[in-house]
């Protein structure tokens, strides 16, 4: 048996309309969100029981982490409830800082900060808003995390619930391949994504998937 990974985004939230950067700002789910969820959670006990019959065991849901953010902790609320579980905080999953670019648009930051801005379309790897991280800090901070969840749960299935700049970044540590091309993997509201590991080896089963699909 595998080591299963079930990476979740955290639903929508208040002013998602608006298209702010809120990066570490502490917001929660809206109505809409908790909704987004309540379906992703329905979407994830029909994968855990497909999978025990097709391994022909009674194997559930091990744990649930997730990021401290509100958004991320009532995502793994709803999503941890069915299976009796509490979720664990882990500070590293927390989404990127965006600095003081944090609750701006995306013309808003363009026009108030035109050389921070540009330097970060050049460089998403390197570069950051003033007082905010980079793309090679954030993956910093959650490769010893995954390390440590996935050493603690060999052969088992777990969730990391987390945040659309995370959940990027470790897809593209598990896929190996460059940080400059996070903003290739969608990762809308409520998706989730599916990763087995044989021996420690990252085999990507599912991609943005959203609740209502047909996920074969």
């Given amino acids: 048996m595998a080591t299963t990974l079930y990476l979740i985004r955290h639903g929508s939230t208040a002013g ?19 909704g987004q969820i309540a379906r992703t959670s329905l979407t ?21 982490y997730s990021s401290p953010l509100s958004r991320a902790r009532e995502t793994a609320g709803i999503v941890a409830l069915p299976f009796g579980l509490e979720p664990v905080m882990i500070p590293a999953f927390r989404e990127r800082c965006f600095g003081r670019w944090e609750g701006l648009t995306f013309d808003e930051i363009a ?24 793309t090679r800090e954030v993956a910093a901070r959650l490769e010893p995390a995954l390390e440590n969840i996935l050493a603690r749960h060999e052969n088992e299935n777990i969730v990391i619930a987390a945040h659309g700049g995370v959940n990027r970044v470790i897809l593209c540590l598990f896929l190996g391949i ?14 989730i994504n599916i990763v087995e590991f044989h021996q420690r080896y990252p085999v990507i089963k599912g991609l943005n998937l959203v609740s209502g699909e047909d996920y074969g």
């Fill in 16 to 34: 998602d309309e608006e298209m702010r950067y809120k990066g570490s700002i502490d917001v929660p789910l809206s109505d809409k969100g908790r």
């Fill in 44 to 64: 994830l006990e029909r994968l855990l029981a497909r999978r025990a019959r097709a391994n022909n065991n009674s194997s559930g849901l091990a744990a649930v």
């Fill in 178 to 191: 460059p940080l400059t091309n996070i903003f290739r993997l969608e990762q809308d509201h409520g998706a």
């Fill in 111 to 134: 026009r108030r900060y035109p050389e921070e801005f540009s330097a970060w379309v050049e460089d998403p790897l390197d570069s950051s808003p003033q007082g905010g991280e980079s």
